[in-house]
């Protein structure tokens, strides 16, 4: 997934592209979401057939998939008539001719450089310095550092520099403290940079992605491709349940913040916001897979949190004041056997089909717009339904009127209406009611969600209920207690999972759901207030 139009941003300052192809299994439906944007964009790519030394490999069938792939994407006659080049990169070497065999990668090195254009910001030397900031990343030493490619002039250490934004508003000015370069693998400061040179670049604090950073004299800024505006967001709390801080070292409410503000700062798709009550932390990003990667890095440092059901970022017409959802224009790739059962669950979630056509080797694409909430739990689903094999892109494309509401067809949930351990003839009793996700021997407590009902409704168990023991010796043995193996739900399945009422306990051995408020005497008594 692209969470913030990085791929654009980072096509935009280069002038040439390598498609890498495996020459045994040809071209996948993941390379195409990257070359389509490539091509849309006019870069003229190479196409490099990889490991060609495999003993399946099939080169000259994998060049022709890749042939027909570009005329399916619209490919100009100019970016049909690519260059390739076959090569092992395990064993690094590339040739031109299979029958030519080689020992370096030279050849492959040669080819970019006669087929890549030279940047056209080399004419600009002699202009005032620019650059077009395209990636942020913060550095414990030098702070924040921006990354682009120096559209004119020169950049040095000690230039006095300023931050436009794309309306051409100042945002703040500072002087260059370093200019670092790729010299191989690794980045170095460099004394100065000419146009042209992909650099990064630190001494300001407040300019971001789609800013241009350039000499005091300049006050136009470069055209940037805008940011995605976050269109989910789920609140982020301390963990208040009972089993809190045993399992995790970073529980206090400050580390959190910090952590959280931190993240902020290094990725633009991402929007921290303090919540009105100040007990929590609202989290904006593009689409729960987005968040459920923060999460799941927070959780393996160490972290113990409490997060709420996604919620979709609504707006309001100006003009009209009607409530807007955000609308995503989604990508599938599917065998042509699964097309239907996508179809219809995505037309169930009010998704509008938009195109659907044949891309090759027994396989549909299928191009819809779908509203940002009905896409909320569906990636699991959509595995599913596609036995593995589907591809799903999205991307933002703009805010229409409320749909309405879209029905999850989700049942109630059992809940543990005490604490303690599980037990397992408690559990065989439960079975009857519904799916357990939890094992026996497990520590619970009160208000903690412990499978899925059978019904529409939630209900109050008792899983820490053991066989009661008699001095009456019974005439039959007793049975061994066989469970079902738990549904263990992995953090993403549980984030969509819930609803509003319920929340989920991320610690950094466990994952737990549970509602927000544990006693059932006020969680009833809430109902009603509602």
Known sequence: ADFGGEVERILGMVDGCV????????????????????LKMGLKPILCLNKVDRPHADPDRVLNEAFDLFAAMGATDEQLDFPHIYASGKNGWATLDMEKPNDTLAPLFD???????????????????????????????????????????????????????????????GRITKVLAFRGLKRQPIEDAEAGDIVAIAGLSKATVADTLCALDVTEALPAQPIDPPTISMTVSVNDSPLAGREGDKVQSRVIAARLLKEAESNVAIRVTETAEKDAYEVAGRGELQLGVLIEGMRREGFELSISRPRVVFQNDPETGERLEPIEDVMIDVDDEFSGIVIEKLSARKAEL??????????????????SRSLIGYQGEFLTDTRGSGVLNRVFSHYEPYKGAIDAGRKGVLVANSDGETAAFALWNLEDRGTMFVGAGEKTYQGMIIGENARADDLDVNPMKAKQLTNVRASGKDESIRLTPPRRLTLEQAIAYIEEDELVEVTPKNIRLRKKVLNPSFRKKRVKED
Do not use: W, Y
């Open 19 to 38: 498609l890498l192809v495996d020459a045994e299994e040809g071209v996948m439906p993941q390379t195409k979401f990257v070359l389509g944007k490539a």
């Open 111 to 173: 080819m970019i450089v006669e087929h890549v254009p030279e940047p056209k910001a080399v004419a600009r030397a002699d202009a005032p310095f620019q650059i077009l900031s395209v990636l942020i990343e913060s550095d414990p030493f030098l702070g924040r550092l921006l990354t682009g490619r120096i559209e004119s002039g020169k950049a040095t250490p000690g230039l006095a520099i300023k931050a436009l934004s794309r309306d051409g508003k100042e945002i703040e000015r």
């Open 354 to 371: 938009k195109d659907m056509g044949p891309s090759g080797a027994g396989k549909t694409r299928i191009s819809l717009m779908a509203p």
